[in-house]
């Protein structure tokens, strides 16, 4: 009679770290993406422009960035249950900072510090998961980034909710307490778990003449890697170009009012819970033929975008689009685990998310240029094109 319970349990301790770790990831989420909707409150504050809080968000996330690689490396040599940890405690304590801020400067330096101290964790997560759960690392890590999506999404809500009670450093405070409880739970989880020990940074004879650190380099002699490292920045570029002037998209080019431009920008990120059913599917038929699938999706949903009118359409269409860029990060994150030697998984992993990010940064600006120049139909091509490149190395790959 208790099976159920029993099962719930079971399934519980098995998915504990996967469960910490996504919490986290949701935090990292989260502080992040609360910035954006109080940028019409820090301007009435503290006197600023957009083009000084725009300043805030893109020095954040170069911050972001940045810490890839040194990160990775990092976990390989002291631990990455270690490094998430210490990445938590930092940007809790920024989180504060910014809360109690007395003018915009500060708020400034709690961004980037919060973007230098969340830039760690999905670089030594992705490698850590995929350790302790081998057979299903499509399916952990699906959970990780569905988890984390919803952070984004939550972000903006409760700011509306602390702005209505003239508050907003409520935001900062919850973001922060929450952190440190979660934290404090991962600690109780990793604390003694020999499992989670430190496996070795690379060794002779793993390196070259020239010392461990080489085996970072050589590692890209690797052609697979390095085609797959050109299929991230693609990908990355497609969606933050997307993401970026999709509502815009679809009010100026569709007609679509801005309540139902933002209801089908909601439901874009909505459907990122299909990662955990892609990311299970990827281990259980293979990366690349569900990554071909993928990206099919994105260019004939991308592509479509430019032809048709309707909103049960354009619904199904957003549908289409949303499972295709999220579906992938999954599969995208299991794939790289899996041509990534173990030893030097974070740090190798890092550069490829260094790469990948700093190209992604990109695409706002690029895509913004071309609606403004040639159109948005042109730009969305660009994106579409992106996506279907994508999908041929991919292909390629199999």
Request: glycine share 12%; net charge negative.
């Amino acid at each position: 009679m208790n099976l159920p319970t029993d099962r719930v349990t079971g399934t519980l301790r098995t998915y504990d770290l996967v469960i910490l770790v996504s919490l986290l990831w949701f935090m990292v989420q989260f502080l992040r993406f609360v910035f954006p909707p109080l940028f019409e409150t820090f301007q009435g504050l503290y006197g600023v422009t957009n083009t000084q809080t725009g300043i805030l968000f893109t020095a954040m996330m170069l911050a972001y960035a940045s810490v890839q690689f040194p990160a990775g490396v990092l976990g390989d040599r002291i631990g990455r249950p270690v490094v998430i940890l210490g990445g938590a405690v930092v940007f809790s304590g920024a989180a504060l900072l910014a809360a109690f801020s007395p003018g915009f400067l500060v708020v400034l330096v709690a961004a980037v510090l919060i973007g230098l101290a969340t830039g760690p964790h999905k670089a030594v997560a992705i490698p850590l998961l995929s350790n302790q759960y081998p057979d299903r690392t499509g399916r952990a890590l699906g959970a990780m980034d569905t988890i984390g999506q919803f952070g984004g999404m939550t972000a903006p809500l409760v700011v509306v909710a602390f702005l209505g009670i003239a508050f907003w450093q409520g935001v900062f405070i919850l973001g922060a307490a929450l952190s440190l409880a979660f934290s404090f739970l991962f600690y109780l989880r990793i604390r003694g778990d020999e499992s989670l020990q430190v496996r070795g940074a690379p060794t002779e004879t793993d390196a070259d003449d020239d010392g461990g650190e080489a085996s970072y380099v050589s590692v890209f002699a690797d052609r697979d890697l390095l085609v797959f490292m050109l299929v991230t920045m693609l990908f990355t570029f497609a969606w933050n170009g997307l993401s970026s002037f999709f509502p815009l998209f679809l009010a100026t080019e569709k007609g679509v009012s801005s309540g139902n431009a933002g209801a089908l920008y909601s439901l874009l990120f909505a459907v990122s819970i299909s990662q955990a059913v892609t990311g299970d599917l990827s281990d259980r038929v293979g990366r690349l033929s569900v990554g071909v699938l993928l990206f099919g999706a994105m260019f004939v949903g991308v592509v479509s975008l430019l032809f048709v009118g309707s909103l049960p359409a354009l619904a199904a269409i957003t549908v289409l689009i949303g499972v295709g860029f999220h579906g992938f990060r999954p599969v995208r994150d299991s794939y790289l685990v899996d041509v990534i030697p173990d030893d030097i998984g974070g740090g190798t992993l890092g550069v490829v998310r260094t790469g990948m990010t700093t190209i992604g940064a990109l695409a706002p600006a690029i895509i913004g240029y071309l609606s403004d120049t040639a159109g948005f139909e042109t730009a969305f091509a660009v994106i579409g094109a992106a996506a279907a490149g994508a999908g041929v190395l991919v292909y390629s790959l199999r």
